[in-house]
Structures are given as structure tokens and as C-alpha cells.
């Protein structure tokens, strides 16, 4: 008997801010990105099973006080990810790869936006909307940092009702302290954290 398409969950990953503002040379940068962001790509060459692929993107244009000469790298940040610029494009690691993406939003234009779900694509539709028109049920949650919007966009997949899942093996974070306390939200929200699939 065929499977009854209905019945399968759809799996989607979601790849969170891989910019190279967020990378080695960056205006903000992580230590590893540029390896999640070779990593990534090199999941996404293969075959990696996964029923829809979007992307996330910081794309500020005018974020407010999110952006600081003086930031205290909490709530305020050096401006990065400025809409238009090469640094808030796609990393180029991802340039192979990108006829395996499906969908991708782009968040922050005139505010702090650090989930993934505070994003739009070119046609305004969310990401819950990209998730739900596809009939996704299960998210895997990648890219930079695991400690704020990998972790901001996982709380969120899992307040919206998806099953999700963080890949800390395709992730990078800003620092252990805040990495720590990440792992302890999640855990508490219902969220695995995996090292791979």
C-alpha cells in the first residue's frame, strides 16, 4: 500500500543567520562560523532528507537602539548585517548549494529581530507561513549563534507547535556562559539538543 503522503511528517531545517557578518573577518564574529558555514553546505550537498530548507537572515536597515557605538553585547550590538551590504548576503560557502534552499526570510529591518520567526520573505509571508503552507510538522534548528537567535528561532519553532530539535555540530556560540544558559532554556522548553543526524 503507497504511503498516504498526509501521514508523513514533514521535516524542514532551518538554517539561522549563516552571514558572514556572523563569521571569522565579520563585524560581529564567532569563532567557527565560517566552519558552520562550510559545514552546512556540505550537509545540504548531499543527500540530507529534509523536506524544505530556510534560511534566516539579520537584514537591518534601521534597527534602533539594537545597533550601539557603545554596546554592551546583551541588548545592544556593533552594527552588522546591514541590509544591502555583502556581509548580510548569504555566506558564499552556501553559493554551491543554493538550488537545495527552499525559502528564505529575512528579519530586523527596523527593529532587534533574533528569531527567525520574526522574519518575512520577499512575498511577506512569515516563516510560521512558509512552515505551515508546506505542512511541516518537525524543525532541525542550524547556524549562528546556537547561544541567541539559533536558540531564539528553536524557542519560538517550539511555541509555534513544531517538533524541534537543535544541531549543536552546525552551530557556533558567542561564549560558554551564555552557550549554558542556552542548553538550559532549551531543555526546559522540550527542545533536544543532537550533535548530528
Not at 503507497?2 to 573577518?25: I, K, M, Y
Not at 512558509?130 to 542550524?142: K, P, Q, W
Request: include cysteine; proline fraction near 5%; hydrophobic fraction near 40%.
Amino acid at each position: 500500500m503507497a504511503e498516504n503522503p498526509d501521514q508523513h511528517s514533514r521535516t524542514a531545517l532551518l538554517v539561522v543567520d549563516v552571514q558572514p557578518t556572523f563569521c571569522e573577518g565579520g563585524a560581529l564574529p564567532v569563532e567557527g562560523g565560517n566552519d558552520v558555514a562550510a559545514n552546512v553546505a556540505n550537509l545540504l550537498a548531499g543527500e540530507h532528507g529534509y523536506d524544505l530548507v530556510v534560511t534566516t537572515q539579520d537584514w537591518h536597515i534601521d534597527p534602533g537602539d539594537h545597533f550601539s557605538d557603545e554596546p554592551d553585547f546583551v541588548d545592544t550590538w556593533p552594527p552588522h548585517g546591514v541590509a544591502g551590504t555583502a556581509e548580510a548576503e548569504l555566506h558564499p560557502a552556501l553559493d554551491r548549494v543554493t538550488d537545495r534552499i527552499d525559502a528564505g526570510v529575512r528579519k530586523g529591518m527596523h527593529a532587534a529581530a533574533y528569531s527567525g520567526f520574526e522574519g518575512v520573505d520577499d512575498d511577506g509571508r512569515t516563516l510560521n507561513d512558509v512552515l505551515s503552507t508546506a505542512g511541516v510538522h518537525e524543525v532541525d534548528v542550524v547556524g549562528i549563534a546556537f547561544d541567541h537567535c539559533v536558540r531564539a528561532t528553536a524557542m519560538d519553532a517550539a511555541a509555534n507547535g513544531y517538533a524541534t530539535t537543535v544541531i549543536d555540530g552546525l552551530s557556533a556560540s558567542v561564549a560558554p556562559e551564555t552557550e549554558a544558559a542556552a542548553r538550559t532554556q532549551l531543555a526546559d522548553a522540550g527542545i533536544e539538543v543532537i550533535t548530528s543526524r
